[in-house]
Structures are given as structure tokens and as C-alpha cells.
């Protein structure tokens, strides 16, 4: 699975949009990009994950770059909430196959009040 | 709530001892996936069940073990704990039905905190 590179941490004003990086410049062609965030201790969660559509949920929009190489989740108004580590993860997606996700160091996003 | 269920969710115990932890997947999931997440090490892939058979094996010690069963609850037996165990172990399942083209999406309970003294 190709590796990703992330922010350490960034903050974000409450209400506002929270944009956050990954860079995968090393993804293949089937391979797709998740999103999981982890709010302190709890179990992670899932966000989002695309190929190389942009894609939009109830939580988040994940827009990936024409190339793949990078992409960039967007939580479009952020809230104390979504105070979290989010994780990046690449990883081929296919029936039967393992499916263990790769949790790299991830991105701690503060949300400020 | 993801609908995965870990017990216990804390546990005490003493070095050279043995824990088994317990987890029952959401209804329907094949798979079963068990993390373990220490202060210095984040979250790593232990291993992964798929309908009772090992399909992948992670940074598992040997002094650990798992198994599922037949009805897809699995266990994680940890033994001769060290004071580097102590740590927040999740399991996570996912539905891996080999008619889904792919999800990818693991649902992931809200761990167990062993703390090895």
C-alpha cells in the first residue's frame, strides 16, 4: 500500500472550513484513499474514501487531485467536535482480499472556539 | 455507536499473567480485525479473521493469539504480559462479502485498556 505524508497538526476556527492534506504521491492505480479520524481514545471512524472522483457525505468531502497524488478532506464547517487525529490511509480495495488498514501518524486537528 | 462490542473495557492485571479480550462484531460482518494502540507505537494491525479463518497476519507477538468463531465473536488471548502491553486494543469487522465489489469501510468498537502492572 503507498504511503501517505500528513500535517502533524493544524487548528481550525469553530465554524469554520477545516482543509485538511495528504500527500500519496506513490498510490497506484487501484488503490483508494480513506479517511478515519479518532477522537481522544475512542475507536476510529470512519469518514470517507474515494478513487479518483471527489466524493461528498453527510460528514466531509474528499477532493482528490487529477493525478491522485494528493488529496484533501474538507470539513466544511468544523465544530469543537471534530476535534480529532485523522489518518489518510491508501490502500487497494477489492473483494476477498485483506483489508487491514494502515494507520500512519495522522493529522491532529484543534478546533477552536 | 458502530455496533461492534469489545469487552472488557478496562482490565488491570500483573506481569507474567494472561487476558483474553472479546469482541462481537456488527451483525452480518465476516471479518474481524484486531489493533493495538500504545502511546508510542499508534495504531498497529495485529491480525484479521474472515468467516473463522486467519486471512492476515500483522506486528502480532507470538505470545498472542486470536481465534473466531462460529458465530464470528472473536477473542484475542494475550499472555506472559509485560508492562509493554499495557496498551488500548480495538477490534474492528467489516462486512468482506466476496459479493461487494469493495467498501473498504471497518467499523471499529471502543477498544479495551489493559494496563499491565
Known amino acids: 500500500d503507498a504511503k501517505t505524508t500528513q500535517p502533524p497538526s493544524m487548528d481550525c476556527a469553530e465554524g469554520r472550513a477545516a482543509n485538511l492534506p495528504c500527500n500519496h504521491s506513490?498510490?497506484?492505480?487501484?488503490?483508494?484513499v480513506y479517511w478515519y479520524r479518532q477522537i481522544h481514545s475512542q475507536g476510529p471512524q470512519y469518514i470517507i474514501h474515494?478513487?479518483?472522483n471527489n466524493e461528498t457525505n453527510e460528514m466531509a468531502s474528499l477532493i482528490i487531485t487529477e493525478d491522485r497524488k494528493s488529496s484533501t478532506l474538507i470539513l466544511p464547517h468544523a465544530t469543537l467536535r471534530d476535534t480529532a487525529v485523522y489518518y489518510c490511509i491508501v490502500r487497494v480495495g477489492s473483494s476477498g482480499s485483506a483489508r487491514q488498514l494502515t494507520f500512519g501518524s495522522g493529522t491532529q486537528l484543534t478546533v477552536l472556539p | 455507536d458502530s455496533g461492534v462490542t469489545q469487552t472488557p473495557k478496562h482490565l488491570i492485571t500483573a506481569t507474567g499473567q494472561r487476558v483474553t479480550l472479546r469482541c462481537s462484531p456488527r451483525s452480518g460482518d465476516l471479518s474481524v480485525y484486531w489493533y493495538q494502540q500504545s502511546l508510542d507505537q499508534g495504531l498497529q494491525f495485529l491480525i484479521q479473521?474472515?468467516?473463522?479463518?486467519?486471512?492476515a497476519k500483522g506486528n502480532i507477538l507470538e505470545r498472542f493469539s486470536a481465534q473466531q468463531f462460529p458465530d464470528l465473536h472473536s477473542e484475542l488471548n494475550l499472555s506472559s504480559l509485560e508492562l509493554g502491553d499495557s496498551a488500548l486494543y480495538f477490534c474492528?469487522?467489516?462486512?468482506?462479502?466476496?459479493?461487494?465489489?469493495?467498501?473498504?469501510?471497518?467499523?471499529f468498537g471502543e477498544g479495551s485498556r489493559l494496563t499491565v502492572l
Open positions: 506513490t498510490i497506484s492505480g487501484n488503490e483508494y
Open positions: 479473521y474472515y468467516n473463522g479463518e486467519e486471512r
Open positions: 474492528a469487522s467489516s462486512v468482506d462479502n466476496r459479493a461487494f465489489t469493495n467498501t473498504g469501510e471497518l467499523f
Open positions: 474515494g478513487l479518483k
